[in-house]
């Protein structure tokens, strides 16, 4: 897929459009982080998840400024360490400035800040994005509950729950609870939760001429959840990318959907 080719997306409040398939950067820190971009970016990614915790916001601007692609063609997510709640603002203005960038297209609450929803912190993120630092906001790690807490207070879903997910994790009923709130499922760990030599994904992978990580990948795409694989390595950086030239049957889907039970 070349880099001018729109990708699958999902439409977000405000209309802002998040490519179902991005490019994990947790570990993934100075020199070989910078690599890691670049090659995603080269490979054809345009959306990018990292974090102030992950320690590599300027090495991800920098690789974003040096591939040459216009800042509107990339999205970029950053998240908020629970431990800030109470200093957003200057959290957002930090991440920005080691970023390079004027905003980000989407800010999440990295984890729900302590023994609770942390619907003061909802509010700055709602206000952050009125002043146009983020283009939507979000959160990481919630439960439904906690979501609900936040959608209570303020009138307003998360645009975004990012939560681990993989076949082994699937749980539609978690999914739909998700999507009944307005809220698009964000998934992260893809590979981590995943036995990639499961006789399912195996036997579905030998089917299409693919690996068990790209049929994992594919899963994701199909559902509509968004998947941010990481890599540090370049042959698995472009694979990864490369799952749009394959479909799984709806049988293929059901049977991948099980492993989660
Ligand atoms: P992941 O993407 O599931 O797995 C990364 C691991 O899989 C790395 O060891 C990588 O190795 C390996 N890998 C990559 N492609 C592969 C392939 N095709 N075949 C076999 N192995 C492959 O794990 P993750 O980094 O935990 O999750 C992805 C992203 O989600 C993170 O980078 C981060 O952006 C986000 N995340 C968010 C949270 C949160 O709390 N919100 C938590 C965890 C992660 P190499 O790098 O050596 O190639």
Redesign the pocket.
């Known amino acids: 897929m070349t880099a001018s080719v729109a990708q699958p997306s999902v439409l977000l409040p405000g209309e802002v459009a998040m490519p179902l398939l991005g490019f ?5 820190t100075g020199g070989q982080g910078y690599d890691a971009v670049r090659q995603a970016l080269d490979a054809g990614y345009r959306h990018l ?3 102030t915790m992950y320690g590599n916001e300027e090495e991800v601007g920098r690789a974003v400024r040096d591939s040459g692609i216009a800042r509107e063609d990339i999205f970029i997510t950053t ?1 908020l360490p629970p431990e800030r709640a109470g200093r957003e603002r200057a959290t957002i203005d930090a991440s920005l400035a080691a970023l390079g960038v004027e905003y980000v297209d989407l800010w ?1 609450i ?2 729900p800040p302590r023994e609770e929803a942390g619907v003061a912190t909802w509010r700055e993120f709602l206000a952050i994005r009125e002043l146009g630092l983020a283009r939507a906001v979000g959160v ?2 919630y439960s439904v509950p906690q979501l609900d807490a936040l959608i209570e207070a303020t009138g307003e879903a998360p645009a975004v729950n ?1 939560v ?1 997910w993989s076949p082994s994790l699937h749980d539609a009923e978690r999914l739909a609870e998700n999507r009944r709130r307005g809220v698009a499922v964000e998934g ?6 995943t036995k ?1 030599r499961h006789p399912v994904l195996v036997r579905v992978a030998d089917a299409h001429g693919v ?1 068990a ?1 790209q049929v994992v990948l594919r899963w994701h795409l199909q559902h509509e959840i968004v998947v ?6 370049p042959e ?1 950086i472009s ?2 990318f490369d799952i749009f030239d394959f479909a799984l049957s709806p049988e293929e889907m059901t049977e991948i959907d099980a492993l989660g039970r």
């Open positions: 994990g950067t947790w570990q993934a998840d990292t974090a998240k999440l990295h984890w990481s790690n990012q681990p992260y760990s893809p590979f981590k939760n990639l690996s990580a941010i694989p990481k890599s540090v390595t698995r694979t990864n």
